[in-house]
């Protein structure tokens, strides 16, 4: 074989690897679009699932905040009696109520009991049984008015007006709650069922 043959050999030899690099080269970018165009794809659907989640999640959230407004709204109605709900028991006049606690007897199965009210500072009308929930067997556990404060008699607890209603479980009036009355914007009346079912924190009320 000739010098002339050996050299045409190489450089044919060396355009083929030159070409097989181009290949190469051509398969990779090829394949680098391939991955890059499935990536967004994923993405997009990715980007899709997440906002469609996302819209679901709010309606949801919106559903269960009208379910929990509506179920609200449900108890509160189911928390206040109606007329046809109780036996009139005692009924209060709310033009004669004001910051001055006023008292009103009540008489069941021969044992005295006795309801107060007043005005509260934030104008509404409060009512409680005039005994103590921790007193009241000592037969001086009612109260007496001392200026913006209701005294217990038997132990001098000094409980302030306005919680009159609200506050329950220790000494202080017993509340009457909106299940056991009806304001119907011109008077209050207090079941009379209630009424007889808590006649025992009277039994021995204002006995020395």
Request: aromatic share 6%; charged share 25%.
């Amino acid at each position: 074989m000739g010098k002339s043959d050996l050299v045409n050999k190489q450089k044919a030899s060396g355009k083929r690897l030159v070409n097989n690099y181009k290949k190469l080269i051509f398969i990779a970018i090829a394949l680098i679009s391939i991955l890059a165009m499935a990536g967004c794809s994923s993405s997009s659907k990715e980007s899709a699932a997440n906002t469609n989640n996302e819209a679901s999640s709010g309606g949801n959230s919106s559903k269960n905040s009208e379910s929990s407004s509506s179920n609200k709204e449900s108890k509160s109605e189911e928390s206040k009696a109606t007329k046809a709900d109780i036996v009139p028991g005692i009924e209060i006049n709310k033009t004669d109520i004001s910051n001055t606690v006023k008292f009103y007897p009540y008489e069941s199965n021969g044992i005295k009991m006795e309801v107060l009210a007043l005005k509260a500072k934030d104008g509404t009308i409060r009512t409680a049984l005039n005994t103590c929930q921790v007193c009241y067997a000592s037969g001086k556990g009612y109260y007496v008015q001392e200026g913006d404060e209701l005294v217990c008699q038997n132990c001098g607890n000094r409980f302030a007006s306005n919680m009159v209603g609200k506050t329950k479980g220790g000494c202080n009036p017993v509340p009457i709650s909106d299940t056991n009355k009806v304001d119907d914007g011109n008077k209050i009346t207090i079941d009379k069922n209630y009424l007889d079912k808590n006649k025992a924190y009277f039994s021995n009320w204002k006995v020395s």
